[in-house]
């Protein structure tokens, strides 16, 4: 049962467009969303997050947008650079339970972005 | 430099072996987070340790086990190994220093690949 769900396996963007990289959950317990970006032979590292009390967050280049009515969150990043060049992950936690150790994650998008 | 440190990187073994890997968490971080990333697949929850005891178990079987020593460095261990167990197993600290609210802003190290032949 995959409560985080990243159906692109994989995304091409140019050098200066949007990337808009997509999330959808099925838990309404998850209240509490984050993105992990992932380079080859590296470990995730945190990129940016959001709670529901929210439906939008910003960072430089990077906002995540959450539509909590249709269980659904998305990254942008504007403009995509080719050090944007990873794979996003996309995780949920119900922040209530006060532990990271309930962070569900997707199964990851690849993003590529080329010159 | 996430600052977490993992070992081995890399492991080639039989079925049937037994493997340790061995985790450092950042310096300061209390909490230490064990996953599996198996092919195609998301980070599968394992196991959590804070301050060196148990704080929550994930999908962990029971051929595996985990314990956090007192310098806070973490161990899986993983017996009776299955060419199912092969996969990238991750371990993660968190920069909470308590048992406040922990939002999941894990710091990863860069993995332990094992490739069970």
């Known amino acids: 049962d995959q409560q985080v769900k990243q159906n692109s396996p994989s995304l091409s963007v140019q050098e200066g467009r949007i990337s808009i990289l997509n999330c959808d959950y099925t838990n309404s317990m998850f209240d509490y969303f984050l993105w992990y970006k992932k380079y080859p032979a590296e470990g995730p590292t945190f990129l940016i997050s959001i709670s529901s009390i929210k439906d939008k967050n910003e960072d430089g280049r990077f906002t995540v947008f959450l539509n909590k009515s249709a269980k659904h969150l998305s990254l942008h990043i504007v403009p995509s650079q080719p050090g944007d060049s990873a794979v996003y992950f996309c995780a949920a936690s119900p922040i209530n339970t006060g532990t990271a150790s309930k962070l569900t994650f997707g199964t990851g998008t690849r993003l590529q972005v080329t010159l | 430099d996430s600052g977490v440190t993992q070992t081995p990187k890399h492991l080639i073994t039989a079925t049937g072996q037994r493997v340790t890997l061995r985790c450092s968490p950042r310096s300061g971080d209390l909490s230490v987070y064990w996953y599996q990333q198996s092919l195609d697949q998301g980070l599968q929850f394992l196991i959590q340790y804070y301050n060196g005891e148990e704080r929550a178990k994930g999908n962990i079987l029971e051929r595996f086990s985990a314990q956090q020593f007192p310098d806070l460095h973490s161990e899986l261990n993983l017996s009776s190994l299955e060419l199912g167990d092969s996969a990238l197993y991750f371990c993660?600290?968190?920069?909470?220093?308590?048992?406040?609210?922990?939002?999941?802003?894990?710091?990863f190290g860069e993995g332990s690949r094992l490739t069970v032949l």
């Open positions: 993660a600290s968190s920069s909470r220093r308590d048992r406040g609210l922990d939002t999941g802003e894990l710091f």
